[in-house]
T-cell receptor
């Protein structure tokens, strides 16, 4: 299909790890991104990974890329209530460099 | 740096009215974008501008026009608003050369538009 797919909801307990999954479509996409959107706010870039990498770690965030399966995941270690937000996966597609977004995964963190 | 700024933050229009959404960036970026965000639909690209003086249609351009006034500013105009254009509109900018980390897009806070 043409869409970037994400599950819509994820609920975890504070202190647990969260894993948000994404399936993208274009094997030639060069960059894949994770954005965070808090209620009533714009999108904040969390991290990105270049397509020739398998993993990228940035403090509590770990991005895993399986290029063969076109699968991207974002792991948040020691999830906090402040991590509650919608997380968008996006792929950089085409010569114009357009971002194609998933529909977003709403992460709820319970105390 | 303020990053990407948008005005207004909220707007209510009646069907058939026109308005212009303003966007400005102070990061000296080449490329600018307009998206709309609807519940359950993610973000969809309306128009983009790869450089000053150029604009191109995105996924959902119908009912909109854009102007890249200069390198800093990119406006989105609704000539005759329709209820289907009720949405949250985001402007973004990026360094602009495809396929590089400099293409990371930075987003404004959004404009919440309601068309009655």
């Amino acid at each position: 299909g043409e869409d970037v797919e994400q599950s819509l909801f994820l609920s975890v307990r504070e202190g647990d790890s969260s894993v948000i999954n994404c399936t993208y479509t274009d094997s030639s996409s060069t960059y894949l991104y994770w954005y965070k959107q808090e209620p009533g706010a714009g999108l904040q870039l969390l991290t990105y990974i270049f397509s020739n990498m398998d993993m990228k770690q940035d403090q509590r965030l770990t991005v895993l890329l399986n290029k063969k399966d076109k699968h991207l995941s974002l792991r948040i270690a020691d999830t906090q209530t402040g991590d509650s937000a919608i997380y968008f996966c996006a792929e950089l597609r085409g010569s114009q460099g357009n971002l194609i977004f998933g529909k977003g995964t709403k992460l709820s963190v319970k105390p | 740096n303020a990053g990407v700024t948008q005005t207004p933050k909220f707007q209510v229009l009646k069907t058939g009215q026109s308005m212009t959404l303003q966007c400005a960036q102070d990061m000296n970026h080449n490329s600018m974008y307009w998206y709309r965000q609807d519940p359950g639909m993610g973000l969809r690209l309306i128009y983009y501008s790869a450089s000053e003086g150029t604009t191109d249609k995105g996924e959902v351009p119908n009912g909109y026009n854009v102007s890249r006034l200069n390198k800093r500013e990119f406006s989105l105009r609704l000539e005759s608003a329709a209820p289907s254009q009720t949405s949250v509109y985001f402007c973004a900018s990026s360094g602009g050369t495809s396929g590089r980390a400099g293409d990371t897009q930075y987003f404004g806070p959004g404009t919440r538009l309601t068309v009655l």
